[in-house]
């Protein structure tokens, strides 16, 4: 599925990728030619010569797109009517680190954690961590890093660690479940942390919080090691900022709370959509069942936009809809702010924004929610096609 983790990590390394090919591996000999289109989705095995061209036609237009994004990499992400919109990156390794400004990215609103832990062979210990994510934090210069505690769980697990099979893991022992249950985990992690951010302004992602409560314990936890670091006398970050990841649709009904207690809300979109159609995305035969620009998707996050502001906190989105250009600018016309995606998704996007009216598309994504159409997607492009909106 396009938000299986695997794809996710693949896309963001600039790697094309292929899933549910079924049979290619029992059809395939050594040797053989196979061309690879990870935009259609599409595997040819010894490929027609005919295709192997047009193949590299199509890889010569996309050099060409690439160097028209990296023109406009130094220029705001501004719609035509003067609307700015902060386009964030998602990282998790430090080889993620050259595109924050290769990309003209803002800042990154998504670091991994749980990456650094699942490619080693035993846990990172804690002068480890605390150098990597310093070294995360100095290649960042100005621009903010939100780092994301440990997401493990799902499809997520540690290979040093002894993990119990789940029948459904992905409403199971993960995340924010597994540091309240090993809180030592969740406070090693944030002494790493704040060790390394001595001086600056520390940013920390809870995810997957359920309600209130949980949040409110997690963070807790963290207080204990500010007042940890305060009694040792160790320098301290200037300012640390605690947020909430909005994945569990149930957060949602209690945004004005959770506002109360969370310096910030990120929208998971991908779980939470995922979550709220009941579709497992891992399934081939489901994932694609649901589009993420049905009526009924765009509806709750315009919720969840709607109650954030009254609740007088910020809120953003990382997902796949973020980095997809027709995806993003429906996100827009609901009101928000800040999209972070992977930093090859940063210039499409940009060129998007740069060509939008905010006015002209908050006013159809409005009319837009109302309807029952299974996808959106198709007047969303039309809308797109009418007004000259680079989707490409």
């Known amino acids: 599925a396009l938000t299986s983790h695997v794809a996710i990590v693949a896309r963001a390394m600039g790697l094309p990728l292929v899933g549910s090919a079924e049979g290619i ?15 259609t989705g599409e595997v040819h095995l010894r490929p027609a010569a005919e295709i192997v061209a047009a193949f590299e036609a199509k890889r010569t237009l996309r050099a060409h797109r690439v160097a028209q994004f990296a023109s406009v990499r130094d220029q705001p992400a501004v719609t035509k009517d003067g609307v ?7 990282a998790g390794l430090l080889l993620d680190m050259p595109h924050l400004h290769e990309s003209g990215a803002d800042g990154i609103g998504l670091f ?18 605390v150098a990597f ?56 992690q944030a002494r790493a942390l704040l060790t390394a951010a001595a001086g600056k302004v520390l940013r920390i992602l809870l995810p997957m919080v359920s309600d209130v409560a949980e949040f409110n314990a997690a963070r807790a936890l ?29 957060l949602a009904f209690m945004l004005p709370q959770i506002m109360r207690s969370a310096d910030f809300v990120s929208i998971g979109s991908n779980d939470l959509l995922s979550l709220a159609f009941a579709v497992d995305r891992t399934n081939p035969r489901v994932a694609r069942r649901y589009d993420m620009l049905n009526p009924a998707a765009l509806t709750l996050i315009q919720q969840i936009i709607t109650s954030s502001a009254e609740g007088g906190g910020e809120v953003s989105l990382c997902g796949e809809m973020a980095g997809r250009p027709l995806d993003a600018m429906a996100l827009v016309g609901l009101g928000l702010r800040t999209l972070s995606m992977s930093p090859s998704q940063i210039g499409p996007v940009k060129m998007m924004i740069r060509s939008l009216n905010y006015g002209e598309i908050s006013v159809f994504v409005e009319k837009l929610c109302g309807r029952t ?20």
């Open 84 to 90: 700015h919109i902060r386009l964030l990156m998602n």
């Open 112 to 129: 991994r954690t749980e990456l650094q832990f699942m490619i080693g062979e035993t846990m990172p210990r804690l002068n480890d961590q």
């Open 222 to 250: 963290i207080d204990r090691e500010m007042e940890r670091a305060r009694i040792l006398a160790k320098t301290q970050p200037r300012q640390v900022l605690v947020g909430a990841m909005l994945e569990v649709p149930a």
């Open 25 to 39: 591996t029992d059809a395939s000999r050594a040797g053989d030619a196979i061309v690879v289109d990870g935009e």
């Open 373 to 392: 159409d299974h996808s959106l997607r198709t007047r969303l492009a039309a809308f797109a096609a009418e007004r000259g909106v680079v989707l490409k």
């Open 133 to 188: 994510y310093k070294e995360v934090l100095d290649a960042a210069g100005d621009k903010p890093v939100v780092f994301r505690t440990l997401d493990l769980g799902g499809d997520k697990v540690l290979p040093y660690a002894r993990w119990e099979r789940e029948e459904n893991p992905a409403l199971g022992w993960r995340a924010i479940r597994i540091a309240l249950d090993r809180p030592a985990l969740l406070r090693y």
